[in-house]
């Protein structure tokens, strides 16, 4: 029913790598990315607590094809936390690629959780990182203000969104990804996946429209 969740000064917005490297014509470019833009920014409006996540790698960062001979954008190989797919270099620190989109008014934004700086481990969530056990600071920092929901938008849906969402609920949360205001890279069916990764774990899947102002 349109309009039938009424956010409350209890739940947080997370905006997800809203960043150049990854909006057309960026390094690791999710389709129709920009397309987001403009509902993250209405759903902006409705929410008085927000925060921002940021892809922030270093240089010659291990997740990058160029740091591993041999290999090219989108293998896989092997590392002491799982298997691990290779990407472009994207979001390196101070660039271009790794400034929020010109078009993202987000002026009440209350926190940026910047992960991916530890050169040897990758970061989907904003919650802890690939190795699963280095946290970002996320979880206490919710905790501490009081929030019980987790409202997650951004790029892209079937990697930072799902592992933000999935740990979200890992960490006792109630999660909702808004539908309309998410894209995915959709690599051999990683959409889908992602989709069914979230519902089975609880993860509630909603629109734009679901929402209604406090």
Known sequence: M????????TDLLAVVDIQNDFLPGGAL???????????????????????????WHPENHSSFASSNAGKKPYDTVAT?????????????QGTHGAKFHKDLHIPGAQLIIRKGFHKEI???????????????G???YIRERGFKRIF????????CVQYTALNAIGQGFKAFVIEDACRGIDIGN????????????????IAESD????
């Not at 990758?122 to 970002?136: G, I, L, M, Q």
Request: hydrophobic content about 35%.
């Open 211 to 214: 929402l209604a102002a406090p």
């Open 138 to 140: 996320l979880g206490g």
């Open 29 to 55: 470019a999710v389709p129709e990315g920009d397309d987001v833009i403009p509902a993250i920014n209405r759903i902006t409006c409705i929410f008085p607590h927000i925060i921002l996540t940021q892809d």
């Open 190 to 205: 990683s959409l889908d996946d992602a989709w069914r990764n979230m519902e089975r774990a609880g993860v509630t899947r």
């Open 80 to 92: 002491e936390y799982g298997e691990q797919v290779l990407w472009p270099d994207h979001c390196v």
């Open 2 to 9: 349109p309009g039938s969740l009424q956010v409350t000064d």
């Open 122 to 136: 990758d970061s989907y969530s904003a919650f802890v990182e690939n190795d699963r056990k280095t946290p970002t």
């Open 152 to 159: 997650i938008t951004g790029l892209a849906t079937d990697f």
